[in-house]
């Protein structure tokens, strides 16, 4: 991963010479961005599901991409600079906004999958979200720097889509790409971009082979194999699960995350 990071500092040296392009206009990427719920360590908490949207645009100077956050309940009161007037959902202040907030891109393009590849910072007043650059929920690709040159005319995915606290040094998401280790992106998470979905209590699992490596049938349904030692990490899926225990004592999979191995006896 790391060499194709390099890779991809090295392209956007070369795309920064590529002539600009009209994308067509009207192709649009949206998806719901819903609070991490349980996982939600931070002092910030959707209390409705907000929406990221990615469209191409023809506009002069627009990048060929116009990026909108629409963000309307999120809720802060535990937070030192809390709720606009004690107000539930109207994270912060009307005069004193909370600022250097993070949505941290992954993407796909040019055959690389590279994730936290570029930080987009943004304030919150009165629950509400508005890109720095801009001031508004929404802004131009050429906010992104020449880095927005590669992609006209160029198939690009939008992979996963984090909401974080600020990093350690906001003005390092001034730069794109990001590489890794960088200091935009180090902020806990509290949103992902995704799909909100019902339930349907009717599916159910019978034995363990109907469940992932990493997961065991437990009355009816597939739950996360717990552990304390790699070998207690013997029956996911029915097929003798993974061998590897994670630091939070859940059984993890090398194959999709590699730095599962090793993290426990």
Known sequence: MKSSRFAWKAAVVAGALIASQALAGGTKYQSNVVDLGSSNATNFHLLKAG???FKSSTAVGSGGLVTQLVL????????????DAGVAGKCGPKLDPIVDHVVELGISFAGLDLDGVAGIKYQLKQGKAAFEFSGKN???GNALGATITLVYNQPL???IVRLRTPGSDP??????????????????PYAIA?????????????????????AICT??????????VDSDCNQGGGVGGTGQCGSDGNCCDPALDPTCAGQVP
């Open 219 to 228: 009355a009816g349904h597939c739950t996360t194999e717990t552990c304390s």
């Open 138 to 140: 929404s802004m131009p």
């Open 72 to 83: 309307s309940n999120v809720d802060c009161p535990m937070d030192p600079q809390g709720n």
């Open 157 to 159: 995915g939008i992979g």
């Open 194 to 214: 995704g799909v909100v979905v019902g339930s349907d209590s009717s599916v159910n699992c019978t034995t363990d082979t109907q469940c992932s490596k990493t």
């Open 51 to 53: 929406k990221l949207a």
């Open 171 to 188: 003005a390092a998401c001034d730069t794109t790409p990001l590489l890794p280790g960088n200091h935009c992106t180090n902020g806990t």
